[in-house]
């Protein structure tokens, strides 16, 4: 998908960013308010957004967002959903439940092996997870990280490229939580999760 249309900026500025109002995103693409309004509008026919309200924070009415509707979403790379699927149940109707748990441990074993090569000169925790999300980003999880208030790290993937995947074996998600704790060396836990309704897989990750 390229970048440069208002219509592919707005999409990525809702995946990464989640929902936001019109005047943000009228900032955002260096436009005026009217102008994102119908650009909007025309998404909106499209069923690639929709306007919701948030709550008020005071008196008036309650702002409005625009968020991305699954068509909008879907305007992002899936890892060949329907393939994917149809191979996974395939493979468990053939070879049985074991055969696909080998499958995710010789991933897992696989992906951590690369990672372990990639961070192996990295210092300390925080160096780990700004490489960690940057390989996640490359292999289009669209991924950032950053330091909370309490000191711990977030590492929140915006995207998942394997999440037909995901949704039809909890065993890929598992593993790839895993992957991360071996790292990182660290305490993570899964705080957002995208095939349980979420937008976006966040990890909290704390210095073990």
């Known amino acids: 998908m390229t970048r440069q249309s208002p219509v592919n900026r707005i999409l990525l500025l809702l995946k990464t960013e989640g929902p936001q109002p019109t005047a943000t995103l009228a900032a955002a693409l260096g436009i005026t308010g009217e102008a994102a309004r119908q650009q909007l509008s025309r998404m909106a026919e499209d069923g690639l957004v929709v306007s919701v309200g948030e709550g008020p924070a005071g008196r008036g009415r309650p702002r409005q967002l625009w968020r991305l509707t699954a068509a909008g979403h879907n305007q992002?790379?899936?890892?060949?959903?329907?393939?994917?699927?149809?191979?996974?149940?395939?493979?468990?109707?053939?070879?049985?439940?074991?055969?696909?748990?080998?499958?995710?441990?010789?991933?897992?074993?696989?992906?951590l092996a690369r990672y372990r090569a990639e961070l192996a000169d990295a210092p300390d925790l925080p160096e780990r997870v700004r490489r960690l999300a940057a390989i996640r980003s490359a292999e289009g999880y669209m991924a950032d990280s950053w330091m909370m208030d309490d000191g711990s790290w977030l590492l929140v993937e915006n995207h998942c490229p394997i999440c037909a995947a995901a949704t039809a074996c909890?065993?890929?998600?598992?593993?790839?939580?895993?992957?991360?704790?071996?790292?990182?060396?660290?305490?993570?836990?899964?705080?957002?999760?995208?095939?349980?309704?979420?937008?976006?897989?966040?990890y909290r990750i704390i210095e073990a």
């Open 76 to 111: 992002f790379p899936d890892g060949h959903a329907a393939l994917t699927t149809t191979l996974l149940s395939t493979l468990v109707a053939q070879l049985g439940a074991g055969a696909l748990d080998a499958v995710i441990a010789a991933r897992e074993a696989e992906t």
């Open 170 to 202: 909890a065993g890929f998600c598992r593993s790839e939580l895993e992957t991360f704790r071996a790292l990182l060396g660290a305490q993570v836990e899964r705080t957002e999760h995208i095939p349980q309704g979420a937008r976006r897989c966040a």
